[in-house]
Nanobody, 124 residues
Framework: QVQLVESGGGLVQAGGSLRLSCAAS????????VGWFRQAPGKERDFVSTISRSGGSSYYADSVKGRFTISRDNAVNTVYLQMNSLKPEDTAVYYC?????????????????WGQGTQVTVSS
């Protein structure tokens, strides 16, 4: 089992940057694929990005490709989401999630563990 805690959210102007962190408990963090999802008010939780166990591969939603970068440091049990060129439409609560099993990496249902979320607000 793993527990996840997100941090790094906040208020930023359009065009600005933020780096989110997802800190995990447990010694076997490297056995988990980790994903970032976001949920805006009144909308479903959407896929943002995911990274493999080793960090060797990653995927992004089209809406953030070229602006966001996911990375991980298994030595400190942390996954990061660097967000650049932020837009007002990026405003949402951002969640990190982890899984050991298989399944569609974009699907919220395939992730077993979730953090509490961190708010990102981008002003125009």
């Amino acid at each position: 089992q793993v527990q996840l805690v997100e941090s790094g959210g906040g208020l930023v102007q359009a065009g600005g940057s933020l780096r989110l962190s997802c800190a995990a408990s447990g010694r076997t963090f490297s056995m988990y694929r980790v994903g970032w999802f976001r949920q805006a008010p009144g909308k479903e939780r959407d896929f943002v990005s995911t990274i493999s166990r080793s960090g060797g591969s990653s995927y992004y939603a089209d809406s953030v490709k070229g602006r966001f970068t996911i990375s991980r440091d298994n030595a400190v049990n942390t996954v990061y989401l660097q967000m650049n060129s932020l837009k007002p439409e990026d405003t949402a609560v951002y969640y990190c999630a982890a899984r050991q099993g298989s399944g569609t990496v974009y699907d919220t249902e395939s992730y077993d563990y979730w953090g509490q979320g961190t708010q990102v607000t981008v002003s125009s």
